[in-house]
């Protein structure tokens, strides 16, 4: 009997490994193209002026399950641990851009900006969602959402231009900090749309505030070793094993942890060009590395996007995609005179800070979960909006980034 019953259960066992050895070898062989079709997409956005990262989601749509449907599932399954890794990167290297004599030059002005254009983000979108549908919780729920952006495509686009001076250092800084003030501007919303549904539990206040402490203070936890102990084997700059186990490190605990892995990684950022003295460049290696990542994480968030969804986008979420886009050049402008900047210069930040993507479409889920009647409303418009905004914004950002260079030269002649 032994012996009849091992015949099936062999074929069986091969059959399985067949299957896993064939969907690795589809997903390396996709890995593989992508890399070299990002070759293409670069040189086609060079011809044609066109952001990358916008080609970079297109492309995504048009091979994944909205168009074509040629990505492998496997591959589907990778996005979990390469999105983190690569946000984490991002933050890395703008927490590295916060530099004290940045900070000193220009502190003023990226807390100005930043603080002004979250407000106002949130202020004008909950007030026009509130006057459009008389639903104060929705109001609240969309006008914390107003305030994400999308710190990955901004910081993709100003190195892909090669922006310098002034307003993009401005820009790295916002970006920087921004989804901070807006996780916290969101949990507070969520608060009070809890207490307008007849609820007082202050609950994810206090959950916001020890997400935010607690990523500060892991950040600083990893930071302060790393500014001491890396760049040793290779003076003046961390070598790359040093790098990417500072990344892992940084978003494997946070992930594990419960906490944003964006604020974890700026803050060991901030704390190791701060303190870490006997460095030339400690984030030379990550610069170096982290484009196959984002190509990934921009392919498979235009992947996982249904343009369909614009079709069902409603007044509310035509609304809120307006909104929004008016509130940012507002809150640009606000920020900028509070700065002391030029009128123009503070409008085009906020044109340059439109992107939206998966910080938007996080908090959704999580305002999904404490309003289960709004959930559908809510995801709809986020999606929808992540859409238009992720095609779109980087495109404007770029127009921003080239006006404010036009301005800076016809002001240096």
């Known amino acids: 009997?032994?012996?009849?019953?091992?015949?099936?259960?062999?074929?069986?066992?091969?059959?399985?490994?067949?299957?896993?050895?064939?969907?690795?070898?589809?997903?390396?062989?996709?890995?593989?193209?992508?890399?070299?079709?990002?070759?293409?997409?670069?040189?086609?956005?060079?011809?044609?002026?066109?952001?990358?990262?916008?080609?970079?989601?297109?492309?995504?749509?048009?091979?994944?399950?909205?168009?074509?449907?040629?990505?492998?599932?496997?591959?589907?399954?990778?996005?979990?641990?390469?999105?983190?890794?690569?946000?984490?990167?991002?933050?890395?290297?703008?927490?590295?851009?916060?530099?004290?004599?940045?900070?000193?030059?220009?502190?003023?002005?990226?807390?100005?900006?930043?603080?002004?254009?979250?407000?106002?983000?949130?202020?004008?979108?909950?007030?026009?969602?509130?006057?459009?549908?008389?639903d104060s919780v929705l109001a609240l729920m969309l006008a914390g959402l107003a305030a994400a952006t999308d710190p990955a495509a901004t910081h993709e686009v100003i190195r892909s231009v090669g922006a310098k001076g002034r307003f993009a250092t401005n820009l790295l800084g916002i970006v920087a900090i921004d989804d901070a003030w807006g996780i916290l501007l969101f949990s507070l919303l969520m608060l009070l749309a809890e207490v307008v549904?007849?609820?007082?539990?202050?609950?994810?206040?206090?959950?916001?505030?020890?997400?935010?402490?607690?990523?500060?203070?892991?950040?600083?936890?990893?930071?302060?070793?790393?500014?001491?102990?890396?760049?040793?084997?290779?003076?003046?700059?961390?070598?790359?094993?040093?790098?990417?186990?500072?990344?892992?490190?940084?978003?494997?605990?946070?992930?594990?942890?419960?906490?944003?892995?964006?604020?974890?990684?700026?803050?060991?950022?901030?704390?190791?060009?701060?303190?870490?003295?006997?460095?030339?460049?400690?984030?030379?290696?990550?610069?170096?590395?982290?484009?196959?990542?984002?190509?990934?994480?921009?392919?498979?968030?235009?992947a996982s996007l249904d343009p369909g969804s614009l079709g069902g986008l409603g007044l509310a979420g035509a609304a809120y995609i307006s909104l929004r886009a008016g509130s940012r050049i507002l809150g640009g402008w606000i920020g900028g005179a509070i700065a002391g900047l030029p009128g123009r210069e503070g409008r085009l930040v906020g044109l340059a800070l439109m992107p939206q993507a998966g910080v938007a479409i996080g908090m959704a889920l999580i305002a999904g979960e404490h309003f289960p009647d709004k959930a559908e409303t809510i995801l709809a418009v986020t999606i929808a909006s992540t859409v238009v905004f992720e095609v779109i914004g980087p495109l404007i950002t770029v127009i921003a980034l080239k006006q404010a260079a036009r301005r800076s030269h016809r002001e240096a002649g």
């Not at 890399?35 to 990262?53: E, K, M, N, Q, T």
């Open 1 to 134: 009997m032994s012996g009849r019953s091992a015949g099936p259960t062999c074929c069986a066992h091969l059959q399985t490994n067949g299957v896993e050895v064939m969907d690795e070898a589809l997903t390396l062989l996709a890995i593989g193209a992508l890399f070299l079709a990002s070759i293409a997409i670069d040189a086609l956005g060079r011809r044609v002026h066109v952001p990358r990262v916008t080609l970079l989601v297109l492309f995504g749509v048009a091979i994944g399950p909205p168009g074509l449907d040629l990505l492998p599932t496997a591959l589907a399954g990778t996005d979990d641990a390469v999105a983190p890794t690569a946000l984490t990167m991002v933050a890395f290297l703008l927490g590295g851009r916060l530099k004290p004599d940045t900070l000193r030059a220009h502190g003023r002005e990226i807390m100005a900006l930043s603080v002004a254009v979250v407000l106002t983000s949130a202020v004008s979108v909950g007030a026009g969602i509130w006057l459009l549908t008389g």
């Open 197 to 302: 549904m007849g609820g007082s539990t202050p609950e994810p206040f206090f959950r916001a505030l020890v997400e935010l402490g607690g990523s500060v203070a892991l950040g600083a936890a990893i930071g302060l070793p790393a500014a001491y102990l890396t760049g040793r084997l290779k003076p003046g700059e961390p070598t790359l094993m040093e790098a990417l186990g500072l990344v892992f490190l940084c978003t494997g605990l946070s992930i594990y942890l419960g906490l944003p892995f964006l604020l974890t990684g700026m803050v060991c950022g901030i704390v190791i060009v701060h303190f870490a003295r006997h460095h030339d460049r400690p984030f030379h290696e990550i610069e170096r590395i982290e484009w196959p990542f984002m190509l990934l994480l921009f392919v498979m968030a235009g």
